[in-house]
């Protein structure tokens, strides 16, 4: 077994005194330094060949493993394994060839300072990741700690914060955070006026709600006028009932073939954050369409195919359970069971006779369940109100053995 040579070192805004004597040493001893221009910074004149982080980070991948066996080190702020780089390397290299010594995470840092507990608060980062996975945190009385992209991070999370009702919220900036230029301001989101923000940073907000501010439900079934569509849309009641058939599970991935205006796929993707979602649409408008409902909604990562099934499923990353919505028809129903894995879950939904016929004969021949399903909102009828029933849709459902 081949001994640890890279050697992964969190640092802090305090520098290289700051670190264990262990952790110094192992600089010390370096032939390559790895790190980002301010890390490279933070340990001095150490006398070792320094690379700086291209972008992307990929790129320095081929010179880092071709150091190996050799005494190398990596900077990273604070925690490598918490939303850093440790990730990306562990990829690369074997575990019992890395060494981690990690300092306090911004997240900790933060926390400690504003007197929180870490396991009540949404931690997430908006360095390089997409600004709108922030929606979905925003949960009346929420605490939540994000790393910002850069200096202008808290106005914008401020301006969001605004537009959705929750202008009274409080906001805390942490700058350089556990160094000597560690600065703490509070405001409202609603008066921000920070200026000279520096680009290290970290944001912390707790969440207040004023009547009738947007707020994401943690059950399925949002409101049909959240999501805009051209009327090709799964209603609010059957996609309730769609998504609780199509059970969720974390870390899985759906198929949604005709996804309309991408709600399946969207409420398929706020269950949890690591669920993945395809939606497959063959009219450019609609999947343009889809990626607006997304990003509102709070599910950048939404993965957004423009083709027809059944052709468009033929490259597709495999799915955990398929949806099909959009007018199935036999050949795309058979193209998605046959890509379907065992155990995975299908679940379609038909008004017209012929596609309810088409599910008749396949719960005939793969079993599952059948279930009919129909709901009645009140419309006024002159100064009364009546129950005007909506379209009965046939869903069929099952699981692949």
């Known amino acids: 077994m081949m001994e640890k040579w890279l ?11 700051a670190l264990a004597p262990a952790a110094r040493a192992l600089i010390a001893q370096a032939t390559l330094i790895v790190g980002g ?24 991948l081929p010179t880092i493993c071709g150091r190996r066996g050799k005494p190398t080190v990596v900077l990273a ?33 933060a926390a400690s300072r504003l007197g ?9 980062s908006l360095h390089g990741r997409a600004f709108e996975r922030l929606t979905p945190q925003l949960q009346p009385r929420a605490r939540i700690i994000a790393l910002s992209w850069d200096e202008t991070t808290p106005a914008r999370i401020a301006a969001h914060l ?16 556990g160094g000597p230029r560690e600065r703490l301001r509070e405001t409202r989101a609603g008066a921000f006026d920070l200026d000279g923000v520096c680009a290290l940073n970290a944001v912390a907000i707790e969440i207040v709600a004023e009547p009738g501010a947007r707020i994401i439900p943690l059950a399925p079934g949002l409101p049909d006028a959240w999501f805009e569509n051209d009327g090709q849309l799964t209603k609010r ?5 769609t998504l609780s058939t199509l059970a969720p599970r974390k870390g899985e991935t759906l198929w949604d073939i005709g996804a309309g205006s991408g709600s399946i796929s969207i409420e398929w993707m706020l269950s949890h954050p690591a669920n993945r979602a395809i939606a497959i649409e063959r009219d450019p408008e609609r999947a343009a369409r889809i990626a607006r409902n997304a990003l509102a909604l709070g599910v950048p990562d939404l993965d957004i195919v423009t083709g027809a099934a059944p052709q468009a499923l033929e490259a597709l990353q495999q799915p955990d359970a398929i949806f099909i919505g959009g007018g199935a028809d036999e050949e795309t129903l058979e193209a998605a069971w046959r890509r379907l894995p065992v155990n995975g879950r299908i679940v379609v939904n038909a008004v017209t006779l012929e596609t309810q016929t088409l599910l ?21 009828v002159g100064r009364f109100h009546a129950l005007d029933p909506g379209m009965a849709v046939l869903q069929w459902r099952t699981t692949k053995q």
């Open 237 to 241: 009641e059957v996609r309730a009932v």
């Open 37 to 60: 221009a301010r890390h490279l910074a933070l340990v001095g004149d150490a006398s070792a060949e320094r690379l700086q982080w291209p972008s992307p980070l990929t790129d320095a």
């Open 116 to 124: 929180w507990s870490q396991q009540d608060c949404a931690l997430l």
């Open 360 to 380: 008749v004969r396949a719960f005939e021949e793969k079993g599952g369940d059948l279930t009919y399903l129909q709901f009645s909102r009140a419309h006024p």
């Open 77 to 109: 702020s604070g925690d490598p394994f918490f939303y850093g780089v440790g990730d990306l390397i562990a990829r690369h290299v074997a575990r019992d060839e890395i060494l981690c010594i990690p300092s306090p995470s911004a997240f900790s840092l």
């Open 162 to 177: 605004a537009s959705k009702g929750m202008g009274a919220s409080r906001l805390f900036v942490l700058e350089h955070l």
């Open 7 to 17: 050697s992964i070192i969190g640092i802090g805004e305090d520098g290289a005194e």
